[in-house]
Nanobody, 128 residues
């Protein structure tokens, strides 16, 4: 399984970048895919996830209402639309996959224990 994230960069506060994660090598639609992030000097935290088979999404409180995760089944990609960015959103964002489908809050456990595959991160820097 390979995960390729893209879309990071320098963004002004209040900006709305979109990250994408292209997944390859997955043999079915029964998996969870989502995003974690790690800010400089901080612990990794979960951001959001989507049940790839039915599209249900889950978010952590710090991004709910500002970030939206969606999937494109035809392209095997998952996107993270980020709105109203704040400097504290600055982090390396990682795409992650967990085999099987289940309640999203298990995927969002910051330990990452449910994650089977990690992609390389993409840096998002929020600064004026």
């Amino acid at each position: 399984v390979q995960l390729q994230a893209s879309g990071g960069g320098l963004v002004q506060p209040g900006g709305s970048p979109r990250l994408s994660c292209a997944a390859s090598g997955l043999s079915s639609d029964y998996y969870m895919i989502g995003w974690f992030r790690q800010a400089p000097g901080k612990e990794r935290e979960a951001v959001s996830c989507i049940n790839y088979s039915d599209g249900r999404t889950s978010y952590v409180d710090s991004v709910r209402g500002r970030f939206t995760t969606s999937r494109d089944n035809a392209k095997n990609t998952v996107s993270l639309q980020m709105n109203s960015l704040k400097p504290e959103d600055t982090a390396v964002y990682y795409c992650a996959v967990s085999r099987g489908v289940y309640d999203g809050h298990y995927f969002l456990d910051p330990s990452g224990d449910r994650i089977d595959y990690w992609g390389r991160g993409t840096l998002v820097t929020v600064s004026s």
